[in-house]
């Protein structure tokens, strides 16, 4: 059986705005008043060690710690 859409349909439904690009303003509406702009950060990147030889050496906290020390942290001594 062929499906029909209902009387009430728009033949033609408004498409929704294409995506915001570089540059672009949007905002959050409400009752066609906007309430929020929108804007997008520019991803500048991570960098990983950027104070490296300025601080002396750290840790590694990935290494066992020694006996003395442990039983130190756990109350023993």
Known sequence: MPE??????TPNPPQPAGPAVQGGRAAIVKDCT????????????????ILQGELGDAPNF????????????????
Request: aromatic fraction near 6%.
């Open 34 to 49: 906007p309430i929020a702009p929108l804007a997008s950060k520019p991803h500048n990147g991570f960098k990983i060690g």
């Open 62 to 77: 990935l290494e066992p710690l020694e006996a003395e020390e442990l039983a130190l942290w756990e109350g023993r001594l």
């Open 4 to 9: 029909h859409p209902p009387d009430n349909a």
